[in-house]
Structures are given as C-alpha cells and as structure tokens.
C-alpha cells in the first residue's frame, strides 16, 4: 500500500478506509466475474486460483514506485470521482491510473503473446458523426460497453463531432511512453478522442502545478463513465483524449 509522507487531509482523501476496501473489493469482483473469483482478508482470487496480495506490506513506496509495483489495494485507494464537474486534480489524485499488471494480464491477455490482439473486435465509432469504426477488446464486455457509449454519443449535436472524430486509437501493444508500463491501450480497452482538442501532461513540459486545461465537454465525458469507462482528465498526470474501461471504479 501506499504510506508515503502524505498529510492528513491527503490520506483522508486517497487512502480507503478498511470498510471503504471491502465495498471497493466487492465492486471489484462484480465488475468481472469471468476471471475474478472473490477475495480473502489478504489475496484477491482469480478463478485460475491466481492469488493477488491486497498489500505487499510495503508502506515506503514512492508515488512512481506504487506506480510501477502496486498492489490491489493501492488501485483501490483513489476514488474515482465520476460525475463531478471537470476541474484540475489535486498533486498526484490519478485514480485508475494505478494498475497491478498481473491483474490486467489475467482480465484481457498479454499482447507481447498476441493473447490481447486475437480479442479485437471492430465496433462502429459514431456513424452519425462520421466515426467509421475502432477496435476493441471483447474480453470483460468492454465492447459491448464502447458500443454503447458510441450510440448514445451519436445522439449529441453536431458540433460535439470534432472531438470524437477522428479517434487517436484504441489498441496499441506497447508500454507507456518513456515508461515500462503497460497503459489500458495494450490491452486494448481503452479509446483516445480527436488529438486537436486534447490535453496532455506531457505535452506540457514545465509538468508544474496549474497547468491543468481541458476542452472536452462535459457531457462526453458522462456518456463515457455511465458505461464504465473513466477519464484521463480527471487525473493530475492529465490525458484528456483518454478513456478507459474501468467497471470497477464507477458505481452501477
Ligand atoms: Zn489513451
């Protein structure tokens, strides 16, 4: 688990209360039943019989290192704050961005093994804006869930179009740039909107406090999160093209 330096007001804020973690658990088992059998006091259990440790009982981690070795609890311990008006995070408030790799390995494949690419499905990406159509995995429903999120898009005027179209991607088997982690885009559950109207934090190279933007509606964003996927613009390491599917972290 994450136990850095973190003051009161931001550990009462990131950090899941032991009640907080066995709702957040069971969520977590709710959201994907094809591969997540339960969870114990200590281990998060696969349906392979995969046991996953909550905590690794490191409690020095840096934000980076929790980043590059997390533990289930450290993915849970940010909540995701669908619904709330777009607004810059606080330091370091990513929830979603923390994922243990074994986990995701388990629910969508490796595609170093071609285990995630041979679960591609081509969807429509909204026709009435002239989307023409976007892969993504059929593992955990994730397709489904695009397929609805691409309907209901379509039904928003025109001039929402431009930052759906053209998508920036959805599938790409390779690690996060400049990192050796794996983003949901590897396995390809994930979708960036129209680069044009986006922002990102590494495009931004004095990287400081305050240079939080965004231009992507609000209304985009609903659509995606009441069918489980999350936004990078909620995040402090900002990605507002970037949506993800991420059952576990939105209430249903
Ligand atoms: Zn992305």
């Known amino acids: 688990m ?48 995969t046991r996953l440790p909550l905590s690794d009982g490191r409690t020095d981690k840096s934000f980076d290192q929790m980043l590059d070795s997390p533990d289930i609890g450290d993915m849970l311990a940010q909540p995701y704050p669908a619904g709330q008006k777009p607004a810059p995070p606080p330091l370091n408030f990513d929830p979603g961005r923390v994922r243990p790799e074994a986990l995701f390995r388990a629910l969508y494949g490796d595609c170093r093994k071609g285990e995630a690419g041979g679960r591609m499905r081509k969807v429509a990406w909204v026709p ?82 305050g240079t939080w933007s965004n231009r992507i509606p609000e209304e985009i964003v609903a659509i995606f999160e009441k069918h489980g996927f999350i936004w990078g613009g909620r995040w402090y390491h900002y990605d507002t093209m970037h949506f993800e599917y991420r059952p576990e972290l939105l209430a249903r």
């Open 2 to 49: 994450l136990a850095t330096g973190a003051t009161a007001a931001e550990t009462s804020r990131y950090g899941a209360e032991p009640a907080d973690l066995t709702a957040r658990l069971e969520q977590l088992v709710a959201a994907y039943p094809a591969t997540i059998a339960g969870f114990d006091a200590k281990s998060l259990i696969l349906k392979d019989g």
């Open 128 to 209: 009435a804006h002239g989307g023409g159509t976007v892969s993504i995995t059929m593992a955990q429903g994730a397709d489904k869930a695009l397929d609805r999120v691409s309907r209901e898009l379509d039904r928003l005027p025109a001039r929402f179009g431009k930052y759906l179209v053209p998508s920036a991607g959805t599938y790409n088997c390779r690690p996060v740039a400049g990192t050796s982690r794996w983003s949901m885009h590897a396995y390809g559950a994930a979708i960036d909107l129209n680069t044009a109207h986006s922002a990102y934090w590494k495009w931004n190279k004095a990287g400081a406090d």
